[in-house]
């Protein structure tokens, strides 16, 4: 149990890269006497401590080659051309410089296992060269495999974990904008009615509530059912009516085949404040708000109509504006659209286009 534990806690302080390096090269040094032992039909004096010499240079001259590889950031080279010829150059010198320390330590030992052939010093280093990059090439194509597979994975993880914060966010971004001055605006008018109409108060404080738990839930929530945003919807503007009273007037035509559809939380709901902000507010008469559902030429179509001009609009945050067209890409991927614009009849258009939920895949 002791050495097991000895064992365990050495792996964990091993960075991968040395399990890996370990691992390959004992792997190395087992095949070479595998064949030594059982296939070969002559005794090699020294055998095990040549081997060992190989394997020992072979960590060392690998550790070497990934060190310049880091250093001179040789992964990011680009184009792909290049770093396919600083590759092979690399190896290149490398299995010279390894066979240069090979044939000078095995001759400087006075080991035999190469210089029973008689050759002259640089023959024998130019045929270690050739046996010693075909291993380093080997080393150097899975060391530049995994790096590849593990930047792309790490780039995939990335994408995705940016997807998810952004889209997070996005939402968040979503509640935090829900205009205080209408929460303070309705609740002035809440505590008008408190004494002059108890009953209407304490329906406005449940439509408050409404609109305020909705908000609280949207960061949970990729789409919502229509009928649900609607009723958000209706809620807002029953408040908005208690302050601008004769002055806003609300008019709803809505398929109810659509009540089912998914839509964004919170989208209609920011593009009728949006509406409310710009466009009534800024009018002495005030004027009319219209939302309409419908299903147009398989797609589902929400549409704003609002009095005023656009340029109201553009004067304005633009919260509405941007939020809902980034949404859209992102919910969608291409699949939806958002325009605004000014109509004939000195309305502006707010029109929502969405996939029909079974063709969003």
């Given at each position: 149990?002791p050495?097991?534990?000895f064992?365990?806690i050495?792996?964990?302080k091993?960075s991968?890269?040395?399990?890996?390096?370990?691992?390959g090269?004992?792997?190395?040094?087992a095949?070479?006497t595998?064949?030594?032992?059982?296939?070969?039909?002559?005794k090699?004096d020294?055998f095990f401590?040549?081997i060992?010499i190989?394997?020992?240079?072979?960590i060392?001259f690998?550790?070497?080659m990934r060190m310049?590889?880091?250093?001179y950031q040789?992964?990011?080279i680009k184009p792909?051309?290049?770093?396919i010829?600083?590759?092979i150059?690399l190896?290149?010198?490398?299995?010279?410089?390894?066979?240069c320390?090979d044939v000078a330590i095995?001759?400087g030992?006075g080991?035999?296992?190469?210089?029973?052939v008689?050759l002259?010093?640089?023959?024998e280093i130019?045929?270690?060269s050739?046996?010693?990059?075909f291993f380093?090439?080997i080393?150097?194509?899975?060391?530049?495999?995994?790096?590849?597979?593990?930047?792309?994975r790490?780039q995939?993880?990335?994408t995705?974990?940016?997807?998810s914060?952004?889209?997070?966010?996005?939402l968040k971004?979503i509640?935090s904008?829900?205009n205080?001055?209408?929460i303070?605006n309705?609740?002035?008018?809440?505590?008008?009615?408190?004494?002059e109409?108890p009953?209407?108060?304490?329906?406005?404080?449940?439509?408050l509530?409404?609109?305020?738990r909705?908000?609280m839930?949207?960061?949970k929530?990729?789409t919502v059912?229509?009928?649900?945003?609607?009723?958000?919807?209706?809620?807002?503007?029953?408040?908005?009516?208690?302050?601008f009273e004769?002055r806003?007037t609300?008019?709803m035509d809505i398929d109810?085949?659509?009540?089912?559809?998914?839509v964004?939380?919170?989208?209609?709901?920011?593009?009728?404040?949006?509406?409310?902000?710009?466009?009534i507010?800024?009018?002495?008469?005030g004027?009319?708000?219209?939302?309409i559902?419908?299903?147009?030429d398989d797609h589902h179509?929400?549409?704003?109509l609002?009095?005023?001009?656009?340029?109201?609009h553009i004067?304005g945050?633009?919260f509405?504006?941007?939020?809902?067209?980034?949404?859209?890409?992102?919910?969608?991927?291409?699949?939806a659209?958002?325009?605004i614009?000014?109509?004939?009849n000195?309305?502006?258009?707010?029109k929502?286009?969405m996939?029909l939920e079974?063709?969003?895949?």
């Amino acid at each position: 149990m002791p050495e097991r534990n000895f064992v365990q806690i050495m792996l964990k302080k091993l960075s991968r890269y040395w399990v890996c390096q370990i691992a390959g090269w004992g792997a190395n040094f087992a095949i070479f006497t595998f064949f030594y032992l059982t296939l070969s039909i002559q005794k090699v004096d020294n055998f095990f401590l040549i081997i060992s010499i190989n394997v020992l240079l072979g960590i060392l001259f690998t550790h070497l080659m990934r060190m310049v590889i880091k250093e001179y950031q040789m992964l990011q080279i680009k184009p792909i051309q290049k770093q396919i010829v600083a590759f092979i150059l690399l190896t290149l010198v490398f299995s010279v410089a390894y066979a240069c320390a090979d044939v000078a330590i095995e001759r400087g030992l006075g080991l035999t296992y190469k210089m029973n052939v008689k050759l002259s010093v640089a023959n024998e280093i130019a045929r270690t060269s050739i046996s010693n990059f075909f291993f380093l090439f080997i080393w150097n194509l899975i060391y530049y495999l995994y790096h590849y597979v593990e930047h792309n994975r790490n780039q995939e993880m990335h994408t995705l974990k940016l997807q998810s914060l952004v889209k997070e966010l996005e939402l968040k971004t979503i509640k935090s904008h829900i205009n205080p001055h209408f929460i303070f605006n309705a609740l002035n008018s809440i505590r008008a009615l408190v004494d002059e109409n108890p009953a209407r108060a304490r329906t406005a404080i449940t439509e408050l509530s409404n609109i305020l738990r909705s908000s609280m839930q949207a960061e949970k929530l990729e789409t919502v059912a229509l009928e649900r945003e609607l009723n958000i919807v209706k809620d807002y503007l029953a408040l908005e009516k208690m302050r601008f009273e004769e002055r806003l007037t609300v008019e709803m035509d809505i398929d109810e085949d659509t009540l089912n559809q998914p839509v964004p939380p919170m989208m209609l709901q920011t593009l009728v404040e949006n509406a409310i902000k710009h466009g009534i507010s800024k009018r002495m008469n005030g004027g009319k708000v219209k939302v309409i559902s419908d299903f147009v030429d398989d797609h589902h179509e929400i549409i704003v109509l609002n009095t005023g001009q656009l340029s109201a609009h553009i004067n304005g945050d633009g919260f509405g504006i941007k939020s809902t067209q980034d949404r859209l890409n992102m919910l969608y991927q291409g699949k939806a659209s958002f325009a605004i614009r000014n109509t004939d009849n000195e309305m502006v258009e707010s029109k929502i286009i969405m996939p029909l939920e079974n063709a969003i895949n």
